[in-house]
């Protein structure tokens, strides 16, 4: 059963993924091509997506834990397929821009319903072991795609048009839906005992914040990510720049390439660790995937500093890799939607907040790729301390509860 539904859920993940990038994609070439303000238009379009994904968010992860999470999936995935079968019909009127921009919104409101039943619903579908087995798959395959879709889109809007890159994307949600028929629920968790009917919205997420901050490590871990996405934020700002800074046209693309390639190679070193990782031991992946940054500012050969970031990506996909198999594995079932969604949240507050910070700064050198790794190794070390407080502190405490 296990690797029937692995081979389900990479499909459906990657029938999704295809669309949704050919989409964007698309999209975002149609916009800057607008002949008047395509600059506000842009940032409408982005901003709205991530206003709406941080509202709905955390109501998506309550249903995921109240709600049927197949029937969740195979109907907001339904509904985004006739959103943007909408948005192919439309795309030629003269408001065609206000299309984009609003199924777009619907887009983000529909993922966060999907997003943690997707997520989740892995628990209902694998056993512990093949959970490691089907993140280290699923993220390989999804940055080949990574690679693939540009191309892709380029070829799509040369020949046939942007219309035909919406009807894509309707498509792609339409046969997510029906891969989602067709899991295989292992178990249904919790949700046998009929707890839903029981507990209200706000209780149920007052809930799942409670139970986040109890477990502690989990919620070190939560502020961890957040803050690095505080960081990344700033690499993802000024690498585009990096082009400038050594006064060459190739370098960036390069990254980019060698990105993918550690994200890949990280996913594939991932099968071949163990699956027990404590979350401390999680955080030593951080410290090398920052480390590699330290020296950069000192290094002149530009293919060593391209080499160093793809190393940089590798350890960050291993870190990611443990971090969500362990919560899909070892989460309390009936939390599992509302950690998820809050992860999610946490990941989209902070970015935009570090790319305000960063632009404030203006460092135009790349000491601010060593300057960032040097805080990140920083943050990780206070991180590994509050971790080894708390663990210390709960084994004084099972240890006077055994004596009892």
């Known amino acids: 059963m296990s690797k029937k539904n692995i081979i389900l859920l990479i499909s459906r993940g990657q029938t999704n993924n295809f669309g949704n990038k050919v989409y964007d994609y698309a999209n975002k070439i149609f916009i800057a091509a607008l002949p008047k303000s395509s600059v506000f238009f842009m940032s409408i379009y982005q901003s709205t997506e991530v206003i709406a994904q941080i509202i709905f968010n955390i109501i998506g992860g309550y249903i995921a834990d109240f709600g049927n999470r197949k029937r969740i999936l195979i109907l907001t995935d339904i509904i985004a397929s006739i959103s943007t079968f909408f948005a192919f019909l439309l795309l030629d009127t003269p408001n065609s821009i206000v299309v984009l921009i609003i199924v777009n919104i619907v887009l983000a409101i529909l993922n966060s319903f999907n997003n943690p039943a997707y997520k989740a619903i892995v628990r209902d579908l694998l056993d512990k072991k093949s959970i490691y087995i089907y993140n280290s798959y699923s993220r390989s395959i999804a940055e080949i795609f990574n690679i693939v879709v540009p191309f892709f889109g380029i070829w799509v809007i040369t020949l046939f048009g942007f219309k035909v890159s919406m009807l894509?994307?309707?498509?792609?949600?339409?046969?997510?839906?029906?891969?989602?028929?067709?899991?295989?629920?292992?178990?249904?968790?919790?949700?046998?005992?009929?707890?839903?009917?029981?507990?209200?919205?706000?209780?149920?997420?007052?809930?799942?914040?409670?139970?986040?901050?109890?477990?502690?490590?989990?919620?070190?871990?939560?502020?961890?990510?957040?803050?690095?996405?505080?960081?990344?934020?700033?690499?993802?700002?000024?690498?585009?720049f990096i082009n400038k800074f050594f006064n060459e046209s190739y370098i960036y693309g390069y990254i980019l390439a060698v990105q993918t390639i550690g994200k890949i190679l990280g996913a594939y070193v991932n099968k071949f660790l163990k699956n027990d990782f404590t979350m401390s031991?999680?955080?030593?992946?951080?410290?090398?995937?920052?480390?590699?940054?330290?020296?950069?500012?000192?290094?002149?050969?530009?293919?060593?500093?391209?080499?160093?970031?793809?190393?940089?990506?590798?350890?960050?996909?291993?870190?990611?890799?443990?971090?969500?198999?362990?919560?899909?594995?070892?989460?309390?079932?009936?939390?599992?939607?509302?950690?998820?969604?809050?992860?999610?949240?946490?990941?989209?507050?902070?970015?935009?907040?570090?790319?305000?910070?960063?632009?404030?700064l203006k460092i135009n050198s790349v000491a601010i790729f060593s300057g960032i790794g040097i805080f990140q190794v920083l943050f990780c070390y206070i991180i590994k301390i509050l971790l080894t407080f708390v663990n210390s502190k709960q084994l004084s405490k099972n240890d006077e509860d055994s004596l009892r």
Not at 224 to 234: I, K, P, W, Y
Not at 301 to 312: H, P
């Open 281 to 360: 031991e999680c955080c030593n992946f951080l410290i090398l995937s920052s480390v590699v940054l330290m020296p950069i500012m000192f290094i002149n050969n530009i293919y060593l500093i391209i080499l160093l970031f793809g190393i940089n990506s590798l350890f960050i996909m291993i870190f990611d890799v443990q971090i969500f198999s362990k919560i899909q594995s070892e989460i309390s079932e009936e939390f599992l939607g509302r950690v998820f969604s809050t992860v999610s949240l946490l990941s989209l507050v902070l970015s935009p907040v570090g790319t305000f910070v960063f632009s404030i």
């Open 168 to 240: 894509l994307n309707s498509l792609s949600f339409a046969i997510s839906a029906i891969i989602e028929s067709k899991f295989d629920i292992k178990s249904s968790g919790f949700k046998n005992q009929n707890i839903a009917e029981k507990l209200k919205i706000k209780q149920s997420i007052i809930e799942g914040f409670n139970y986040i901050f109890k477990k502690k490590e989990l919620f070190i871990i939560l502020i961890l990510v957040s803050v690095l996405n505080f960081f990344e934020a700033g690499i993802e700002l000024y690498l585009p």
